[in-house]
């Protein structure tokens, strides 16, 4: 990759004070190569992208109504990961929650950013249109967010209550919490924007998202809901690793009992993993150790838009999913069950019809029948 030239100097030199290996930063790269969907061939090239950007774009991270989950999300990710990449890569020049300034300091801040413009504007939280339920230096969030939105190159929404109101904005709504795509439309602002949908941001989509920038130029491929397709473009569903459970009709009925030692399927426990557009079973959380159903929770679907109260109760099973494979037909989980489970036994009888006919059966004692 040739000599470094300033900005790579400075990258590198950052990297090493925070102890992170050129080693283990390529590694991430590579990582990072394949969460695009792109060969391990591309690492070098990702990591000569992120070393020329080092510190040449701004980001502001701003919250609203949260609980800052996706901050943490981010601060104790993978390492090196997506932290390093938002702290060190690029110029993180406003988080409440992190930043050493407080009070006018950080207004200050703010206020600079808003004057340079050209920064990616990160919205952590709902905003809160009900006058006095939301202020930052003694304005309203929407007012913030109108003044920081304007000036942004392009706007992240990070988290469900960013995208669409998340908890805070379950029903009742009592602070009438809006998400940034309808907070957009309220204050007339036009601006590119990308939902990361979940509770919390899952920190690796973020960091995906900002190496396509940086490599690419361009904001990733969107779905209907403004969420990265190479994300968000399969159901949990299809790639559960319970899956075969579910196709062959066997079901946790009850916490605590054997059908859940044994890993079965969560879908009588309300698992929402048919209805819910998310990488969570490939990407997973904690350095891809583990994800929600891995766990043995069943998927509440917090990847959707809306979800909150779309879903609720949590542990109530769907009334219907949409199976592919039987002809799209809706139907009930008993039903997809026991159809499964009636495939399945026909597919045994044929196979073993099968092999008897070829003489492939074996006795106990591994003797042909
Ligand atoms: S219903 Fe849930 S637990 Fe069962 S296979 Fe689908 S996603 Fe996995
Ligand atoms: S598995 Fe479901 S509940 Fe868990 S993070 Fe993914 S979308 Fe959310």
């Known amino acids: 990759m040739g000599k470094p030239d300033g900005a790579s100097k400075q990258f590198i030199d950052a990297l090493e004070f925070r102890g992170i ?3 283990d930063f390529l590694k991430f790269c590579g990582a990072t190569a394949a969460l695009l969907g ?11 992208a992120l ?3 080092s510190k040449r774009q701004p980001v502001v991270w701003i919250n609203f109504a949260s609980d800052t989950g996706c901050t943490e999300a981010l601060i104790k990710a993978t390492y090196p990961g997506p932290a390093e990449l938002i702290l060190d890569i690029l110029s993180l020049d406003y988080n409440e929650t992190i930043m050493a300034a407080a009070g006018k300091q950080a207004e200050d801040i703010l206020a600079k950013s808003k004057r340079a413009g050209g920064y990616i504007l990160i919205v952590e939280g709902g905003i809160p249109t009900k006058k006095g339920h939301g202020m930052i230096g003694n304005r309203e969030m929407l007012d913030v967010f109108k003044d920081m939105a304007g000036s942004a190159v392009a706007v992240l929404a990070v988290g469900s209550c960013a995208t669409t109101g998340g908890v805070p904005a379950a029903n009742p709504n009592p602070s009438q919490i809006i998400g940034v795509s309808e907070g957009l439309k309220r204050v007339n602002i036009d601006k590119p924007l990308v939902n990361l949908d979940m509770c919390p941001m899952n920190p690796e989509y973020l960091g995906g998202v900002v190496v396509n920038f940086l490599l690419l130029g361009k904001l990733p491929d969107l779905d209907q809901h403004g969420r990265p397709k190479m994300f968000y473009g399969q159901t949990i569903h299809d790639n559960c690793e319970r899956r ?3 196709d062959a009709g066997r079901f946790v009925e009850k ?18 993993g048919p209805m819910t557009y998310s990488s969570c079973p490939k990407i997973q959380y904690n350095n891809r150790t583990s994800w929600c159903i891995k766990a043995g ?3 509440i679907g917090c990847a959707e838009p809306g979800w909150t109260d779309k879903f ?3 542990y109530e099973k769907l009334p219907g999913v949409k199976i592919p494979g039987l002809g799209g037909v809706e139907a009930g989980a008993d ?12 597919g045994i009888a044929a196979h073993a019809a099968m092999t008897k006919s070829t003489g492939r059966t074996k006795d106990k004692d591994g003797g042909k029948k």
Do not use: W
């Open 21 to 23: 290996k050129r080693r």
């Open 255 to 272: 916490f605590g009992s054997q059908e859940e030692a044994m890993n079965y399927c969560l879908y009588k426990m309300g698992c929402k």
């Open 244 to 246: 075969a459970h579910f």
């Open 312 to 314: 609720a109760g949590f």
């Open 297 to 299: 929770g069943p998927c």
């Open 38 to 48: 792109l060969s391990e061939l591309h690492a070098p090239k990702i990591a000569a």
């Open 335 to 346: 039903t997809i069950g026991a159809a499964a489970a009636v495939a399945t036994a026909a």
């Open 51 to 53: 070393e020329k950007a």
